[in-house]
């Protein structure tokens, strides 16, 4: 099988099905010449990206023979390239530079209407994580993310029915709304439906599911948006789908019905069967939080630490991030401070995006507090609030400022006092 159609759809196939190892396989029985081509490099680095894998959807990517491909591919190409360097190094500034880049370089060639639309698809997923790391405003976030319906209409009329689909989909999860949000999740399952992927229909309703669960909705309500998950994961003969489906109905369980986490560990146990490294990390994080709610929190620091591991080796910089945050804030509650201390100490020297770092100067600041070293605490907790006002998260700067004032106060100091009274 040579041709590059029956190629792209039999990848497709296998991605629809969840089944991303199979993809890898295959792909790997290709001739470099094929394996190698723009739109087969660019499926194979999404099939690695949707298991969990961003290493491997970043050599998919880099394998892509740039003087075979056409002016758009080469725009959609560098775009994705811009957006992994996001979930592989949290490279937030770095990310919308090389793609604002790529769209100034398109400039020059004809890109046809589709391909910029494609393009343009993979650079809001870019600028709504910006927008999470207050690297751009809430406003442009907003327009961005509304721009997404325009694409996916350019998309369908050209029968991408799979990148129009993800548009809708993003659309839908980033409504503000939570019962907007709901409603257009319903109706992209209902599109996907239309246009027989059940997979992402039945993906539309366990989110739903999910969003549901975290809102307080009743069981039933629940449990109905599962069971139709359900029935669509199985007309798509899906690899994990009924293992998502499964996660959600145990954290149900285990919330409200007080069941033991052990139903959420065999949801670990078959994700891993079936490697699908993405599930496996949620299920971590589950656990941990479920753990630490228990108030164990010897055992929350062990899924927090395999959840790190897990992240470091699929290359999943994102995620460690945020998962190191949480790491750090256990090791304070099991009063490891200088353990915390050195984790916050080792992020701050990577660079991170301004608002992580902040975010690493409360934690030190808190860490400080605890060891009774409060001119340190005080030291720290400044730069977090200069660092949070600069980019604009102002309620995380009035959080960090509470803080301040208090360990400002605890110094029984008379222009401490003053200066903790100017924080309220």
């Known amino acids: 099988m040579t041709n590059e159609h029956q190629v792209l759809m039999h990848m497709r196939s296998c991605t629809a099905r969840g089944a991303y190892r199979e993809a890898a396989d295959y792909a790997a029985t290709l001739s470099p010449q094929i394996r190698n081509r723009p739109v087969v490099a660019l499926e194979r680095s999404r099939s690695s990206l949707r298991q969990g894998c961003p290493i491997d959807a970043e050599v998919a990517l880099a394998s892509a023979n740039l003087e075979t491909a056409t002016s758009g591919e080469r725009l959609i190409l560098a775009v994705e390239a811009a957006s992994l360097r996001i979930y592989r190094y949290v490279a937030i500034r770095e990310a919308l530079e090389a793609a604002q880049l790529a769209f100034s370089e398109a400039e020059t060639s004809s890109v046809d209407a589709v391909n910029r639309a494609e393009a343009?698809?993979?650079?809001?997923?870019?600028?709504?994580?910006?927008?999470?790391?207050?690297?751009?405003?809430?406003?442009?976030?907003?327009?961005?993310?509304?721009?997404?319906?325009?694409?996916?209409?350019?998309?369908?009329?050209?029968?991408?029915?799979?990148?129009?689909?993800?548009?809708?989909?993003?659309?839908?999860?980033?409504?503000?709304?939570?019962?907007?949000?709901?409603?257009?999740?319903?109706?992209?399952?209902?599109?996907?439906?239309?246009?027989?992927?059940?997979?992402?229909?039945?993906?539309?309703?366990?989110?739903?599911?999910?969003?549901?669960?975290?809102?307080?909705?009743?069981?039933?309500?629940?449990?109905?948006?599962?069971?139709?998950?359900?029935?669509?994961?199985?007309?798509?003969?899906?690899?994990?789908?009924?293992?998502?489906?499964?996660?959600?109905?145990?954290?149900?369980?285990?919330?409200?019905?007080?069941?033991?986490?052990?139903?959420?560990?065999?949801?670990?146990?078959?994700?891993?069967?079936?490697?699908?490294?993405?599930?496996?990390?949620?299920?971590l994080m589950d656990l941990s939080q479920i753990a630490h709610d228990r108030g164990d929190t010897e055992m929350a620091r062990s899924y927090r630490q395999q959840t790190i591991e897990l992240a470091e080796s699929v290359g999943m910089g994102l995620a460690r991030d945020s998962f190191q945050t949480a790491q750090i804030d256990l090791l304070m509650r099991n009063a490891d401070y200088g353990s915390a201390i050195e984790l916050c100490q080792a992020a701050i020297a990577t660079e991170p995006p301004a608002m992580n770092k902040a975010g690493y100067e409360q934690l030190l600041a808190a860490a400080y507090s605890f060891i009774n070293n409060l001119d340190a605490a005080c030291a720290h907790g400044y730069k977090a609030i200069a660092t949070f006002e600069t980019i604009g998260a102002i309620d995380a700067a009035s959080d960090a400022a509470m803080k301040l004032a208090s360990d400002l106060s605890s110094l029984r100091q008379e222009h401490n006092w003053q200066k903790a009274e100017k924080l309220l």
């Open 120 to 283: 343009e698809r993979v650079y809001i997923r870019i600028l709504l994580t910006a927008a999470t790391y207050f690297e751009i405003s809430e406003e442009q976030a907003q327009q961005a993310r509304d721009r997404l319906s325009s694409i996916a209409e350019t998309l369908e009329m050209a029968g991408r029915v799979d990148e129009a689909l993800a548009a809708q989909f993003t659309y839908a999860q980033r409504l503000d709304d939570i019962a907007a949000r709901l409603n257009a999740l319903i109706q992209v399952a209902d599109r996907a439906g239309w246009a027989h992927r059940f997979d992402l229909a039945g993906e539309a309703h366990c989110v739903r599911g999910e969003y549901l669960l975290s809102s307080g909705a009743p069981s039933d309500a629940i449990c109905a948006a599962l069971d139709v998950a359900t029935a669509l994961y199985e007309k798509a003969d899906h690899l994990y789908g009924a293992i998502d489906v499964q996660r959600v109905r145990a954290r149900l369980e285990i919330e409200r019905n007080l069941e033991s986490p052990d139903i959420l560990v065999a949801c670990l146990e078959a994700y891993r069967q079936v490697d699908f490294p993405r599930g496996v990390l949620n299920v």
